[in-house]
């Protein structure tokens, strides 16, 4: 073990760490940073640090992920947040909290150890990336700490309830009296396999999933936890403000039902894409949306063909808005006849 990290599970070039988060009602609780370092290309001080969070019932398994940005010359981390992944503990309750707000606590230990590591993050360009869950707690992460991100990198995001803000408002009462009386309670929601079924290489997937972290069938949805994400939805929906540029990444179209349809090979079947697209316009006012025809819920786990087209995206904005830093003079158009001038 070298500065805390170890070697983790996914191989050469990464490494982990466990970051103390301190106690709750289930005993000690922490997060879990994961490094990937290319060592033929290791990143100076003073580059572009990504950190990744990971969706609902996941962990971070995306080698492809952590040598892209690394390619790039950036330092690449991710987090298994608490009870998730590589944090879980024998006795937890998993992926729950009662406030999307506590992960603030393993967002800032993770850039803590980063900046230990020698990446100043606090003053260096910081690319925060999230999927799904994770993406809405990036976003509420990101509207907390004004200037702190760089960029922001949303990967199918759960900015607004299935459907319509409208089933959002309507149901919040009855989860929040349940939530307020029994927030462990699990909900009775259809269990379904779908989206595992697309992803592992234990059905028709082509992804190496471990079980114990990514399950066929998803943790319980408790009361607690989904108020939870409920109020972080209704705090996007008022508007985040975000001051860093912000780009979504999602499926053309959702295929959600709760028998198996073979189109679901090819859409989003967890999310609503068409309401997360216009709920994206509510995180600041520059976000740019990008969608792919065929691509699977994590679009970084479509097949081979789409997820390059992703890659490519993903790389055509990164060039703009988290390396470009010479500043280029904007031409204003003055009324007719005078010439255009720069702005200041």
């Known amino acids: 073990m070298v500065d805390g990290y170890a070697p983790d599970l996914l191989g050469p070039g990464f490494t982990s760490r466990d970051l103390p988060l301190g106690e709750d009602t289930e005993g000690p609780v922490g997060a879990t940073l994961v490094r ?11 580059a572009p640090v990504v950190l990744y969070v990971h969706g609902w019932t996941d962990y971070f398994h995306q080698r492809d992920l ?10 690449f ?8 992944g ?8 998993p992926g729950y909290v009662d406030d999307l707000g506590a992960y603030d606590d393993d967002i800032d230990a993770a850039l803590a150890a980063i900046a230990a590591d020698g ?18 707690v990036a976003s509420l992460w990101a509207a907390r700490r004004p200037g702190r991100v760089r960029a922001l990198v949303l990967n199918s995001p759960w900015l607004e309830a299935h459907g319509s803000a409208l089933l959002r408002t ?26 595992w079924r697309t992803l592992s290489d234990q059905a028709e997937g082509e992804w190496e999933l471990d079980p114990r972290w990514r399950p066929r069938f998803s943790f319980p949805v408790r009361a607690g936890w989904l108020r939870a994400v409920v109020a972080g939805q209704e705090r996007v929906a008022r508007g985040l403000d975000l001051d860093c540029p912000v780009l979504v990444l999602a499926s053309a179209r ?18 609503d894409v068409t309401t997360m697209a216009h709920r994206a316009l509510d995180l600041g006012p520059r976000v740019t949306v990008n969608r792919f025809d065929g691509a699977l819920h994590d679009v970084l786990l479509s097949p081979a063909g789409i997820r390059a087209d992703v890659y ?3 790389d055509q904005w990164a060039q703009a808005y988290v390396f470009g830093s010479t500043p280029v003079a904007v031409p204003v158009l003055d009324p007719p006849g005078m010439g255009p001038v720069s702005a200041p």
């Open 36 to 46: 990937y370092r290319d060592p033929d290309a290791p990143p100076g001080p003073r």
């Open 119 to 136: 990446h100043p993050t606090p003053r260096g360009p910081l690319v925060l990336m999230g999927h799904s869950t994770g993406g809405l």
């Open 77 to 84: 981390h991710a987090l298994d947040l608490r009870k998730y």
């Open 312 to 314: 490519r995206a993903m």
């Open 170 to 195: 309507t149901t919040t009462p009855v989860l929040e009296h349940l939530a307020r009386r029994r927030p462990r309670t699990a909900l009775r929601l259809p269990t379904v396999d779908h989206y």
């Open 86 to 93: 590589r944090s879980l503990r024998d006795g937890q309750t």
């Open 66 to 75: 952590a040598r892209f940005w690394s390619d790039r010359g950036c330092a």
């Open 254 to 271: 959702s295929v959600i039902s709760p028998r198996w349809n073979e189109r679901m090979r090819t859409a989003d079947c967890v999310l």
